[in-house]
């Protein structure tokens, strides 16, 4: 207890003359930077005996630590007797600075997520206004709580804690859920984009930005071209962040979410190489052609160095999960803590730590999630919507939080130009880009695409973050306050308006008269038609260099990272095997094949209705409008390449594979059914041979049907499926007698099992 | 692997398919080793359940459907010249193809072409005409278990009310075509 006491009140000391208690945030003064120079009085400070020692001493200028201490010692020593005696009779005491830094850490996290709640609970909120403008708003409301009380600026955020602690999870949830094979296939235009689109940005702003400083009425003379050209820097990335939550709301077709999403991710390494090499100019003397060159090369350093750390983490992470077997517990944990240590490698060598971080998630992802167990890899899944939802939440907070303050400097025309031209400079980029990236492809960016695209490059917490960077020049305050204007004006007036204007877009083309019942019917099914074909010829297949690595996985990588060649089974092929294994055990009971369809049969009976229908029936305009409301609902989507990602759900849980499993299961009875009635067909036809084979001959095709529909190529559980299902075909149109031969058989073969 | 697939398809052989399909020569390299991958047996034809394997069909509402359309009649294997055959049907139609060769036998690419392929789709017991239960089967297998039979029964009628011209209650080729319109 005295020990305890002695170091507690060693930390607070030292902690106190380097931060002050202010107010419940302590924490945040800690992490964050400060502001200003004041010491006001806390606010509230607990009843304690070390608190009012604190208070006591905050107003004495200490001349030293040694004396300080000596002081301290002489006074707690002497206080120690009372504070025996108080401390023997008080059953609850509140000792506030023990815990104040978790406390405070997590009564942050748990505002954000009420916050969360909150906004969820009114369904019509998140469609209107999305979630990250409701987050700065509700930031914007703490940061003026906390100026009000203080008086003074709140804390600003500390670029560190955003760049180690809150970004990481967001790219890593952004990159291992990323749909791998949308991003290869568009990857030329995304790299197109990220790369020579942010740079035409950097430049075209920072140059238009420095004509309007030669104004001389702005009083702006003093920014030279250099500091544009640093402020374009920053300000031009497209932030993964704000754009994930804002695109969200909007649905918009796969492909453009990719490009967009991918741009703002990949645009992370322009971004720090163009970022830090300006900074450098700035701090130079004098600027050589070299120097520029380096600056490219830097370039390709930063992104290949980045995206080379990142495969070997990966790499590394999936030859450890293959020897989890016995532990699977921590298996998750790898899976974080590779991809977290890729990170701080990639950022110790000044590489793009977000390159890194979403190469390892795509590397490793394939060879862990075989290895590891299925409930690991739920838990790996829920862990990461976790944190980067939590991340997310805080990141708009603070945004809100930091805006309020006095350091900023509010030089209106400056500031409205910076956005005026940011926006300019993104929709001339992006048509300029498109009309290159349409010569190449068939499938072209339409222009509403395009109008997306422009519109979608918010920005967001990562220029904010990289402003706070910046060295301290005198004109800092006047690119904070920008920064702050041009994220506020993105996040809140192009975050909500579009969800209406990609409404109006749409709208706009839909003028034609609704089509008719026959030819919705008939559109869908040439787009199944479609995507059959398309999977039948491997259309994925298409690229050479897919093709090798495919190669190169199969015969090599997979020995290598995979335990054993066992294929994990998803859900819909464990749903299959079940289903097979409930049909032979009702089988088996029934002793038949005679299984009655569960659904009646469509091939008869229907025949003679249509005569007796009145067309006046059918031409009712109520009718008709319920027919097109139930073909809007029902009609099965066309497969979707991969499962879209989403912020608020895993994969897997949403509407594509209930649908998938739906059509298997009808499918499966579909089967059964034609089984049952060729086979009493058939049955009924050599009732009289004894002969097994010739029935087995028969039915022959249709064993083969009953082998199919394995989604995954799991050869084991096929030939499973292809014995069990030849044994029940074959065993069943013998006679009675032998259905006690199949019921034991039957029993016996299922029940280990189940 | 690309290589080893080339050597086992012989040149003249590329050359007549890509006569009868109009696909080109890296198109046709590159859909044999597809074909190849596919074909697990190693005996130069795909059987039925080879192309179930493919998990994406599998899902797919129209999966037998489409499986079926590649075997002809009553068979049971399919060659590579056959596969060629019905995927020349889904080459997209190039401008370029349009003057040439009026006389000539009809691509298999045309338009009238992939509207026949469709047609067989919905039309199993081909007797060119889709019936209202052929309709019937092809809507349960597209929207599934969550509407009624009457109610799937009043769509089919709709649609074929809509479409029937010459009242026979069933959609004949050429009511299919002025369908898709």
Redesign the interface.
Known sequence: MVGNAEIRFGRNRESKQSDEFEGGLWFVRHFFEESSEEKPLPIWAPDTKRAARARALQGSQPQSLEEDVLRENTSWAAEEAQGNESLEHAFFSLDYQHVQVPFEITLWIMLASLAKIGFHLYNKLPSVVPESCLLVFVGLIMGGIIYGLNNKSPPVMDSDIFFLYLLPPIVLDAGYFMPSRPFFENIGTILLYAVVGTIWNVFGIGFSLYGICQVESFHLQDVSLLHNLLFGSLIAAVDPVAVLAVFEEIHVNEKLRILVFGESLLNDAVTVVLYKLFRSFCEMPAIKTVDVFAGVGKFFVVGIGGFLVGLTFGMIAAFTTRFTKNIRVIEPLFVFLYSYLCYLTAEMFHLSGIVAIIACAMGMKRYVEANISLKSHTTVKYFMKMWSSVSDTLIFIFLGVSTIGENHEWNWPYICFTVIFCLIWRALGVLVLTFFVNRFHINTVTSKDQFIIAYGGLRGAMCFSLVFLLPDFHRKQLFTAATTVVILFTVFVQGMTIHPLVDLLDVKKKRESAP????Q??I???D??????E????HW??Y?WK??LE?FNSNYLQKILLREYDQPKSS?VLLYEKLERKHAIELAEAGQLGHAPS??S??NS??T???D?K?ED??NPD??KN?QE??A????RI?RTVPAYNRHTLPGETEPTE??K??????HRSLWTEISESDTFSSRKESQKADSYSAQGDSS?KP??C???????AEKA?ELKHNRSKSVCVISPLQPSGTAWVNKKETEELTPDI | MGSRASTLLRDEEIEEIKKETGFSHSQITRLYSRFTSLDKGENGTLSREDFQRIPELAINPLGDRIINAFFPEGEDQVNFRGFMRTLAHFRPIEDNEKSKDQNGPEPLNSRSNKLHFAFRLYDLDKDDKISRDELLQVLRMMVGVNISDEQLGSIADRTIQEADQDGDSAISFAEFVKLRC
Do not use: C, M, W
């Open positions: 008719t019942v026959g030819e019917i008939h869908r099914f040439l199944h038609l479609l995507a059959g074909i999977d039948i010829s491997g297949g298409q050479y093709d090798k190669y819909i659904h009646p469509l091939l229907h025949r209705v249509i005569a229908r067309s059918i031409l009718v008709l027919i139930i073909l609902r029902s009609l099965y497969r649908q998938a739906e059509i298997l299961i009808l499918q095709p083969k049907l082998r199919s529909l394995t989604v995954e190529n096929q």
